[in-house]
């Protein structure tokens, strides 16, 4: 029976915020409405950026770009090649279908590129430049045809390093834009913006709850809610690694979960000496240290068995496995947003730099969806086509009758009039059609005979 050595203070829940979801409509109806002009109002309330127009030009977009040092510059292109290369061979998995299911009828299926994007990349406590690289490498190795981002500025100003990795990844048009009015601006277009097909990338609870609103005018990836981590290990790792991969994810925000499943008592109790330790030097304590006070467990289990199951409870965001026996878990965990297998990687390789995507699904919606990859910015579209006569009059046959078992009188019609031209069959109008003498029966089970 799985014991807690550690519990949370605090109870993370999907509760509806009836507040924050009204201000969030309220600005979303004002950027409707005026357009540019509310645009620039909650711009300057809220971030203290006044400009005419929002849209970076050329010059301020060089600019940013020369101002990494060649060193910052060659990291966030080896990042980005890295994010490049993963999307392009998930990319190559996705292939055109054709098959001919029946004798001359065909079914397809093709994956088709959303022709314009949004991307948000947040820039609050953190300048999260590897947002752009998540967001806007991805949909362009899947082809979309326009690409456009929003970042907030950072100190009062737009932050180069952003500006840089978005330019860098491909973006067409990059905006010094934050919060709902970014998120409004892309999703409606104002007279400057035109709109977007398409929100991706993560945010604050006021851009999480944007695109929720939106999510029918535009699609969007998922509804990103704080960083979860989950490690899972034994004794064959030390409490100092377990602790500073606790703690480097709980720095995200002071309401990140982290937690420790465990079946060695030993490694949990030096996990515990060790964040004490580590949160008395780490300068994101105020932080990481809230965080792990309100939302840090430490769960101990009496084996690998029940630390799956335990995993699959929690279906974090974030999994870390350092076990005796790792691909077990790999073999076995279903519920989680992407896996790092031993002690040689860790979350922070997948937040930054290991071409793995790190928008991921949290708030127990790994037991659903996984996350941002290079098929969200795909729509698969199927097609269908019958060559000849006798096919088309073999399924409008049977087209007509399972119609009219349901009453689509209008439906049977479109099927009849087929079996008429192609068939030469004389079948009065809104009736079922019956079968030709002879027609093959669908192969059957005898089993459903006996039922």
């Not at 290369?85 to 996705?94: E, L, N, S």
């Not at 691909?327 to 997948?350: H, I, K, M, P």
């Not at 000849?388 to 049977?398: H, K």
Request: hydrophobic residues 40%; aromatic residues 6%.
């Amino acid at each position: 029976m799985a014991k807690r050595i550690k519990s949370a203070g605090a109870t993370m829940t999907i509760e509806k915020n009836e507040a924050l979801t009204r201000t969030v409509q309220d600005l979303l109806h004002r950027v409707e409405a005026e357009g540019d002009t509310a645009v620039r109002e909650l711009s300057i309330h809220f971030d203290g950026l006044d400009r005419a127009d929002y849209r970076l030009t050329r010059d301020e977009i060089r600019r940013c770009v020369n101002d990494l040092t060649h060193q910052q510059r060659e990291d966030i292109e080896f990042a980005q090649a890295q994010v490049r290369t993963f999307a392009q061979h998930q990319k190559d998995t996705m292939l055109p279908l054709e098959v001919e299911t029946e004798p001359n009828v065909i079914l397809g299926h093709r994956h088709i590129p959303i022709s314009n994007v949004g991307c948000y990349v947040p820039g609050g406590r953190y300048p999260l430049l590897a947002s752009a690289h998540m967001t806007v490498i991805t949909a362009k190795v899947a082809g979309c045809g326009r690409i456009i981002t929003c970042a907030p500025p950072f100190n009062g100003a737009p932050s180069s390093r952003i500006v840089a990795a978005q330019h860098l990844g491909g973006a067409d048009e990059i905006y010094v834009l934050g919060g709902v009015q970014g998120i409004a601006a892309m999703a409606y277009g104002t007279a400057r913006i035109a709109p977007v097909d398409m929100l991706a990338g993560p945010g604050n609870a006021y851009v999480a709850e944007a695109k929720r609103l939106l999510f029918g005018r535009v699609g969007i990836d998922l509804l990103a809610g704080p960083t979860e981590t989950l490690i899972i290990a034994d004794d064959t790792v030390d409490g100092e690694l377990c602790a500073t991969d606790l703690l480097g994810q709980a720095e995200h925000g002071v309401n990140s979960p982290a937690i420790l499943i465990t079946n060695s008592e030993a490694l949990a109790r030096d996990t515990l000496r060790q964040i004490e330790r580590l949160l008395t030097i780490l300068p994101t304590a105020t932080v990481a240290g809230k965080a792990w006070e309100d939302f840090g467990e430490i769960i101990l289990c009496d084996s690998r068995e029940e630390m799956l199951t335990e995993a699959e409870r929690i279906a974090s965001e974030h999994v870390q496995v350092m076990t005796g026996d790792d691909d077990f878990y790999l073999e076995n965990l279903t519920n989680f947003g992407s896996l790092f297998l031993g002690a040689r990687t860790t979350v922070a390789y997948g937040d930054k730099v290991i071409g793995t995507n790190h928008t991921l699904p949290t708030m127990g919606a790994a037991r659903y969806t996984g996350g941002l990859w290079v098929g969200k910015f795909l729509k698969t579209c199927t097609y269908q086509r019958i060559t000849q006569d006798a096919a088309s009059v073999e399924i409008g046959e049977r087209c007509s009758r399972l119609c009219i078992m349901e009453g689509f009188y209008g439906h049977a019609e479109q099927a009849n009039i087929r079996v008429r031209r192609f068939g030469g069959r004389n079948i009065p109008y809104a009736t079922a059609a019956e079968p030709m003498v002879g027609t093959l029966a669908p192969n059957r089970d005898p089993r459903e005979d006996e039922a």
